[in-house]
T-cell receptor, first 114, second 114 residues
C-alpha cells in the first residue's frame, strides 16, 4: 500500500538557520503530495502542495519539489523563525485510492530557538 | 485562515453523556471528513461523506455516529464513550471526494472523556 516516511524529530534549530525536513513516499500511480503544518493546540493547515512531477510548491518561505525519480518531497526554508515551531506532516493522495483520502507520515516536530 | 469551522473547541464529557461535535464549511465543497488525532500521532480517517452520503466508515465503533444534514454541515454524535476516545477530532472538506483533491482541515475539537 501507499506510505510516507519522514525524518524523525524533533528538529532543533536556531532562528535564521536553514531547514530541511526529508519526506519520501511509496505509492501506486501518480500521487499528489502535500505538506501540512500543525501549530501547538491547533488543527492542520495546508502549507503547500504539488500535483505532478517537477512541480514546486511554495508558501510562507517554505518550498518543496516533487521528485519522481527519487520519490521525495523534501520541505525546505532558507531562514526559520521562532514562529515556525510546529509539527510538519508530509502526506499524499493517489488516484488508486478511489476517494480523496490522505496517507500521512508520522510528523516531524520543529523547534526554533531565538 | 481555515474556512472549516468546528464547535465546540473543547468538550469534556462523562462516559454516560451524549454530546455532538459540529462542523461547517462555506467553500461549496461536496466531500466532508472526520479524522481522529491522538497526541504525537498523525490524523486517522474515521468517516468520508460524499454528496451528503456516507462513503467510507473506517470500522469506527458505533458509539461514534456521523450525520451530514446538508452539503455544508457535518456532525459527529457521541454516546457512551470511553476515556481512550479522548483526542483531537478534526473535520475536513474537499471539492469532492475524487482522489487527489486538496483536503482542508478545521481547527479541531479537543475531546476529553472522564
Amino acid at each position: 500500500g501507499d506510505s510516507v516516511t519522514q525524518m524523525e524529530g524533533p528538529v532543533t534549530l536556531s532562528e535564521e538557520a536553514f531547514l530541511t525536513i526529508n519526506c519520501t513516499y511509496t505509492a501506486t500511480g501518480y500521487p499528489s503530495l502535500f505538506w501540512y503544518v500543525q501549530y501547538p493546540g491547533e488543527g492542520l493547515q495546508l502549507l503547500l502542495k504539488a500535483t505532478k512531477a517537477d512541480d514546486k510548491g511554495s508558501n510562507k518561505g517554505f518550498e518543496a519539489t516533487y521528485r519522481k525519480e527519487t520519490t521525495s518531497f523534501h520541505l525546505e526554508k532558507g531562514s526559520v523563525q521562532v514562529s515556525d515551531s510546529a509539527v510538519y506532516f508530509c502526506a499524499l493522495t493517489t488516484p488508486n485510492s478511489g476517494y480523496s483520502t490522505l496517507t500521512f507520515g508520522k510528523g516531524t516536530m520543529l523547534l526554533v530557538s531565538p | 485562515d481555515t474556512e472549516v469551522t468546528q464547535t465546540p473547541k473543547h468538550l469534556v464529557m462523562g462516559m454516560t453523556n451524549k454530546k455532538s461535535l459540529k462542523c461547517e464549511q462555506h467553500m461549496g465543497h461536496r466531500a466532508m471528513y472526520w479524522y481522529k488525532q491522538k497526541a504525537k500521532k498523525p490524523p486517522e480517517l474515521m468517516f468520508v461523506y460524499s454528496y451528503e452520503k456516507l462513503s467510507i466508515n473506517e470500522s469506527v465503533p458505533s458509539r461514534f455516529s456521523p450525520e451530514c444534514p446538508n452539503s455544508s454541515l457535518l456532525n459527529l454524535h457521541l454516546h457512551a464513550l470511553q476515556p481512550e476516545d479522548s483526542a483531537l477530532y478534526l473535520c475536513a472538506s474537499s471539492q469532492d471526494a475524487v482522489a487527489g483533491n486538496t483536503i482542508y482541515f478545521g481547527e479541531g475539537s479537543w475531546l476529553t472523556v472522564v
